[in-house]
């Protein structure tokens, strides 16, 4: 069977395959591989020659037809410069400096450089958010391109929502039950008949209550119950056990609710 037989099948499924691509498969690619694709995507053109096999890598295309890298390398690197990521997570290049994309797979304990653990004592994370916005702030790069300026928007916001989840054990105990695949209805109705007395009992306690005194003695207990549900959060987090957890964040709903009622009346 000749070259040309071989080839036409081969060819007639690249340029199918290319020109199926969704426009923000091909958003990243260096301009010359966008050109190559659209020339070799395009029907009027001549297919192009046969690649040639080596039985030890993979088939040989010329750099004119197709890039040498694959698709996951193109987007895995620089989106300006193509440069590999020194480090993770890759949010700027380190170097040309540039803003990247979101990847959405970089969860917000990596973005942090914490482990993925409830117990977060210790770790300054207020530290680590200010000097990921020195780096991402949209101000920062008004000059730019627009679209490194829509990077820098992404990025800045997700930060600041990835601090805002970390910073605060009940935000951080849901993502977290969330990264492990069990998702939490905050808005569940009670179904515990002990926490339901001792909501409604709180906040009758809370409407009278008629001086400071009183709500800051509420606000204290509230305090402490939620810092106990806090610890058997922490504790079922340890020994994976995801029921005690969704219970140990329903109580800490609650609390949290019941604190912020009493600090709006104070």
């Not at 990596?110 to 780096?135: A, C, H, S």
């Not at 569940?188 to 809370?206: F, K």
Request: overall charge neutral; hydrophobic content about 35%.
């Amino acid at each position: 069977m000749s070259k040309k037989n071989l080839c036409k099948p081969f060819y007639f499924l690249l340029r199918r395959s290319l020109t199926s691509f969704p426009q923000h498969f091909t958003s990243n690619f260096p301009p010359h591989i966008k050109l190559s694709l659209l020339h070799y995507a395009s029907p009027h053109h001549p297919p192009p020659r046969a690649p040639t096999f080596d039985f030890n890598c993979s088939p040989g295309f010329s750099s004119k037809t197709l890039c040498s890298k694959s698709a996951v390398e193109i987007q895995s690197g620089c989106w300006n410069c193509h440069a590999a990521p020194h480090s993770a997570p890759f949010l700027v290049c380190d170097s040309c400096r540039c803003i990247q994309p979101v990847d959405g797979s970089t969860d917000y304990f990596e973005i942090f450089g914490v482990e993925r653990k409830y117990d977060q004592e210790g770790e300054n994370l207020e530290f680590k958010y200010k000097e990921w916005q020195k780096k991402l702030h949209p101000d920062l790069v008004h000059s730019k391109s627009q679209k490194e300026r829509d990077f820098a928007a992404e990025q800045s916001a997700r930060v600041i929502d990835a601090y805002r989840t970390l910073s605060k054990p009940l935000s951080r105990g849901i993502y977290l039950l969330k990264l492990n695949g069990v998702e939490i209805d905050e808005e569940q109705t009670i179904s515990d008949p002990e926490l339901l007395a001792e909501i409604l009992e709180i906040r009758e306690a809370v409407e009278e209550a008629t001086n400071g005194e009183a709500l800051n003695r509420i606000l204290s207990q509230m305090q402490e119950k939620l810092q106990n549900c806090s610890n058997t959060l922490g504790h079922a987090f340890q020994n994976q056990n995801f029921e005690e957890a969704k219970l140990a964040i329903r109580r800490m709903t609650y609390y949290s609710r019941v604190i912020d009622e009493v600090i709006k009346k104070l």
